[in-house]
């Protein structure tokens, strides 16, 4: 016998083009669905209580991952994380990406979850939005009269909540090539080594600049604001003092300063503050000595 | 309601399901293949892992409906010609087994792990099966049953 009621009643659409997407959008109570893996909780959960769902997952490149020298990735919304972790475009060109994907929790949960439903469902401990936001991510919205990009830094405007206008669905994420010399990093840390939801979540990428130090840094913090949260002060004293020790403990500083943590059942928001000062450090060191290997 | 066409253990299967069924309940309240168990129906306990096109999914996070056209292994097809894999062997052998609630789960999940990594270390072994938990505490004969079916493996195989 079942441990739990069931599913709640629903209809399903499997969607084969975006119009008939945004014809069924029109209707209330239309809920989207890639993966599953947040929504069918959510829907169990009572959260919410959709009349229709519409798998949006077989819709054309949801599922694909394209790389090219000049566009950089292009990765459809419907790619699961597995994918990402495993994609050797996305593995030498975006490693923040490829770990972010990876320390998801389980590998058949990874099987289904997708980086777009991480996205959109917007959670601030998301794994995946810190690396978007350091990797100058664009959001490609599709809505009933067009399709629009979103920077990343842009998307996400409160716990669960996003930029998606009522007739725009995510169909791709899109990352610049980096720039020459990039390397990049995402740290986590977690109640285990693997699994958990992030306590703190630190992607860092850095590369060679016309900067004052020589370098220039992209620094952004998951699981510590209602928002994946770039830190200007950290990445300023970056691109004025000399790399190392010094500048990097000053940076990991202003990221501790940046961030605003609530205590919650998983961690304290003293500890998570501190944990950002250490992880920052870490992913700068780490970054900076991939950078190393090239210089 | 919703008509599919899904491979389980190798035999099609026609079916009629409700857009609200779950892989998961098909699996154990249609076919009747109650090997794989419910557990949290959250996608953290692992327990009802099977495997979809041969890669290790949740079935309890798998609406029956997606599963139309595609093939589905569950613990009842690991073994093959009523003869239990060496995997399984492995778990029987080494006591990996207690109350056993987990353990389709852990089978279905290690039997991926072997697919695509036939030689893993104990810390892959851990990464691989960190979403099939064990109330019992009996991870270490777990790790250890699927260390061993690798062993035999490779030494059945020739390989160092």
């Not at chain 1, 690396?131 to 979103?150: F, P, T």
């Not at chain 1, 300063?257 to 500890?271: F, H, K, L, Q, T």
């Not at chain 2, 097809?77 to 052998?93: I, R």
Request: proline content about 7%; some cysteine.
């Amino acid at each position: 016998m079942l441990a739990r009621p069931g599913l709640p009643g629903f209809e399903y659409v499997k969607a084969s083009t975006p119009a008939e997407v945004h014809q069924l959008m029109q209707q209330e109570g239309v809920r989207l669905m890639m993966g599953g893996t947040d929504l069918l909780v959510q829907m169990r959960e009572g959260t919410i209580r959709p009349r229709v769902v519409v798998d949006v997952k077989h819709l054309p490149g949801m599922r694909e991952v394209e790389f090219d020298e000049g566009q950089g990735l292009t990765i459809g919304a419907a790619v699961t994380m597995n994918q990402l972790a495993q994609h050797p475009a996305v593995q030498t060109s975006c490693p923040a990406l490829a770990q972010a994907a990876h320390s998801v929790a389980s590998y058949q949960v990874r099987n289904r979850a997708t980086l777009g439903g991480n996205l959109c469902n917007a959670s601030p401990c998301a794994d995946t939005g810190p690396a978007m936001v350091a990797l100058d991510a664009a959001m490609v919205l599709r809505g009933s009269k067009g399709q629009r990009e979103v920077p990343a830094e842009r998307f996400f405007l409160g716990p669960g909540r996003t930029a998606l206008q009522p007739d725009e669905f995510l169909t791709a994420i899109r990352i610049p090539p980096p720039p020459a010399g990039a390397a990049s990093c995402y740290l986590k840390l977690g109640r285990s080594r693997s699994g958990d939801l992030a306590l703190v979540g630190v992607a860092v990428v850095g590369f060679p600049d016309g900067t004052e130090s020589g370098y220039r840094f992209r620094v952004a913090l998951g699981s510590v604001a209602p928002v994946p949260l770039r830190v200007p002060a950290a990445e300023k004293v970056l691109a004025y003092d000399p790399p190392g020790e010094e500048s990097f403990a000053a940076a990991a500083g202003k990221a501790m300063d940046a961030a605003a943590p609530i205590s919650d059942v998983r961690a304290g928001a003293a500890y998570q503050r501190m944990m950002v000062r250490v992880l920052t450090l870490r992913a700068l060191r780490q970054v900076w000595s991939t950078l190393g290997e090239g210089r | 309601m919703h008509s599919i066409t899904v491979t389980v253990n190798g035999s099609p299967e026609y079916l009629t399901v409700p857009p609200n069924m779950t892989l998961l309940r098909m699996l154990r309240e249609v076919l009747a293949l109650t090997g794989t168990k419910n557990g949290c129906e959250a996608g953290e306990c692992g327990a009802c892992t099977v495997l979809l096109d041969g890669q290790p999914v949740n079935s309890c996070l798998t609406l029956a409906v997606e599963a139309d056209g595609r093939q589905v292994t569950t613990v009842e097809g690991l073994a093959e010609d009523g003869q239990l894999s060496a995997l399984q062997e492995a778990f029987v052998e080494l006591n990996a087994v207690q109350c056993g609630f987990c353990t389709p789960g852990m089978l279905v999940s290690a039997h991926a792990l072997l697919a695509r990594n036939p030689r893993p270390t104990e810390q892959e072994i851990k990464e691989a099966m960190l979403g099939n938990l064990c109330r019992c505490t009996g991870y270490l004969r777990i790790v250890g049953a699927v260390q061993a079916a690798a062993d035999a493996a490779a030494d059945a195989g020739g390989a160092a």
